[in-house]
């Protein structure tokens, strides 16, 4: 009778040899098949199939085993479909990336400004500008440029597959953070229709994106996918039978950008540009870094529905509020004086009505909720501040013009600046170069720059109690000058004083300084006393006043640059008060 081993194969060798010898082992142990020399004979050929062909599974098996998991996977396109539901984009190639600082400009840098960069061996890269920067007394500080070839205005109109709501790129050089998409509304029938960008969207679902224009990312092997929302919840939908798409994007070298610190503007935006260099280009990579996406892919995937950034909070609280701009979110290290540990969101809202805080109490309750530990949420009411702008201008010369023809054009310039008015804005921005650009499209004979524009801030205030103002942007207060912050007003001793802002070109701008307080004589002359009443920061925009007045004071102060921006708790109020011709 035929006699089969007892001894079952040893499992777990997956090596060629130890298979092999588990096979020939277990032959050895029966007596159907014997008499065989199993380490010469031919039987050895077909061990060694049976050993080829369980070797080549098992590491089959085995490599299908770990692409299943993100720890393990080693493959790019296994790590694009495992990241994919969990919202997180595998980067193409990555641009290198370096900042400079450049001066002499005369106009502001647009986004997509083009520079040169030479490395160690001469070779010349170009270098581009992905956002535009505010050139702000001639200098813009902290440009950061992204090496690579740019493609802009591509028509990819023709790409666009309407019933999926995408369109395919088929190129793995691009470096997606440099991506413009833009959308002409019936561009298809009207070439005149402006082009809108549209924003890349983090989130499907998220509240901040039904009915806007966003789009998303989706990466394939050989390239990735845009694509728009199907319905009005994940944004909105494009139809190419009416509607052009255009993108913009750099094709980057990758690693071989790195290095270089020698750069030059190939765009002209100042006869006399110079080039400072603040970090030399680092970062550019050929594939993405896997070992990092596993790290960072769940970590971002479980930030999601929580209140981590501003921007969290922002979609959390929205469905509270008819508008976007009816509230805002801000850190308490924003603040001052800072208050760190806090988030603060801001609405017209008032504790004391019932309704106001029973709203007030449910956002606290689903920030309290989401909010990362250590981070509290607090409600602040809104603070009202009014902001003037007053405005010059004049003709070039040799113009031939009426009375009427220039008070017509000053009457279409008032309306213009009236297009920029609010009654109450939260992080409200204007920008005096916007302003002239518009102007000076409309009306090339006139003469205006940002030093025609004066936007100062004036407030009356009464009572006795501390006055802090914290206006978040440069004051436009010369070093030693006499500068009258407040009008005349009678301290706790009935003596009539104002309070003159007063600095020395050696003092740092973030540090404060007291102001110094002038007594009136009977005379009708000041003197200065030694009381201290006040101090203020020049760079922060920040007035303290402090308590001990008997009448009310008003604080008067103009902003540096033409510029002014808020982020904070500040719901400003802006008018263009006067328009004049010089």
Known sequence: MASYPKQTPTLGNINFNDIKKSITDYLKQQDVIKDFNFEGSVVQTLINVLAYNTYYYAFYSNMVANEVYLDSAQRLDSIISLTKPLGYFVPLRTSARAVVNVSGLTQNIPQYAEFRGLNGDGVAFNFYTIKSYEQIDSDALGVEIYEGILTEQLDVTNLFDNENQRFFVNDQTVDTNSLKVEIQRGGISDSEQPFDTWILADNFGSTTVANQNVYYLERANNGFYVLFGKTNSLGNSVDTSTDKIRISYISTNGSRGNDIFNFSLVDNLGSNVNIGLVQKSSDGADTPNLDLIKFAAPKLFGAQNRAVTKEDIKGLIAPFFANPGDFNVFGGEELFPQRFGRVFFTADLDPNNQEDAGKIQNIFNILSEKCVVTVLPEFTTPKAISI???????????????????????????????????????????????????????????????????????????????????????????????????????????????????????????????????????????????????????????????????????????????????????????????????
């Open 388 to 582: 003037s702008n007053d405005v010059e201008f004049s003709f070039v010369a040799n113009r031939s013009s009426t009375n009427t023809q220039d008070e017509i054009i000053k009457s279409e310039i008032q309306d213009i600046l009236a297009q920029y008015d609010t009654n109450g804005e939260y992080n409200f921005t204007f920008n005096s170069s916007e302003v002239i650009e518009e102007i000076l499209a409309n009306y090339p004979e006139v003469l205006i720059e940002e030093s025609d524009f004066r936007l100062y801030y004036e407030e009356s205030f009464s009572g006795t109690d501390k006055i802090t103002i914290n206006l978040e942007n440069e004051l436009d207060i010369p070093a030693f000058t006499q500068y009258e912050l407040t009008n005349e007003f009678k301290n706790s001793l009935n003596e009539t004083i104002k309070l003159i802002a007063y600095y020395t070109s050696g003092q740092n701008k973030f540090d404060f300084f007291n102001l110094k307080t002038y007594k009136k004589l009977s005379n009708g002359t000041f003197t200065e006393i030694s009381t201290t009443m006040g101090r203020m920061n020049l760079k922060k925009g920040i007035i303290e006043i402090y308590a001990g007045r008997l009448t009310p004071v008003t604080v008067a102060v103009n902003f540096k640059n033409s510029y002014f921006s808020t982020k904070t708790n500040n719901r400003v109020a802006f008018k263009t008060k006067s328009v004049e011709i010089k």
